[in-house]
């Protein structure tokens, strides 16, 4: 289907483990973004991409990282959860920098226990 | 840095106009965006503005003076399904990260 998806849509895990959240959008935009959204805190940049091959951080960078080897996959891991990790996780992508909207996938609810 | 203010939570009735404000402190300025969030869903694009003045699309306006740092989204014959969180971004200048306010929860009631 044509849009923006994530997966998956829930998961919980233990404190230490790697996660992975995968990222997909089928319109070749150039710009994709992860963001974290907690109360009190609204929606926070984790990291973003310009291009394939081409990423840079965000404000809340730490523990995480990022790849993108092709334009459509931007895929968010967590190298050793943490319960602050905790949180609902929005991936985002962009025609262009700037002026352009971003469409937002559905999200990932993350639980860290 | 950047900073954004937005009120909370608000609340109106159904067929009335609401305005949900949004001030801005930046280094610099590079348009500014409103987003819809409706309770366990993603946010969806509402407008952008990048020079002063009213943009108008529908039942919807937004509003930016960039001297006073301030926007606001006006929401006319609001409707239940307009209850959600209302999203104030802007752009760091020289950079592609975009800067969200905390959101404004609005509750239309009958």
């Known amino acids: 289907d044509a849009g923006i998806t994530q997966s998956p849509r829930y998961k919980i895990t233990e404190t230490g483990r790697q996660v992975t959240l995968m990222c997909h959008q089928t319109w070749s935009h150039s710009y994709m973004f992860w963001y974290r959204q907690d109360l009190g805190h609204g929606l926070r940049l984790i990291y973003y991409s310009a291009a394939a091959d081409i990423t840079d951080k965000g404000e809340v960078p730490d523990g995480y990282v990022v790849s993108r080897s092709k334009t459509e996959n931007f895929p968010l891991t967590l190298e050793s959860a943490t319960r602050s990790q905790t949180s609902v996780y929005f991936c985002a992508s962009s025609e262009s920098g700037g002026a352009y909207e971003q469409y937002f996938g559905p999200g990932t609810r993350l639980t860290v226990t | ?110």
Not at chain 2, 11 to 38: D, K, M, P, R
Request: neutral net charge; proline residues 3%; charged residues 20%.
């Open chain 2, 1 to 110: 840095g950047q900073n954004i203010d937005q009120p909370t939570e608000m609340t109106a009735t159904e067929g009335a106009i609401v305005q949900i404000n949004c001030t801005y402190q930046t280094s610099g300025f590079n348009g500014l965006f409103w987003y819809q969030q409706h309770a366990g869903e993603a946010p969806t694009f509402l407008s952008y503005n990048v020079l002063d003045g009213l943009e108008e699309k529908g039942r919807f306006s937004s509003f930016l003076s960039r001297s006073k740092g301030y926007s606001y989204l006006l929401l006319k014959e609001l409707q239940m399904k307009d209850s959600a969180s209302y999203l104030c971004a802007v752009r760091d200048p020289g950079t592609y990260k975009y800067i969200f306010g905390t959101g404004t929860r609005l509750k239309v009631l009958a």
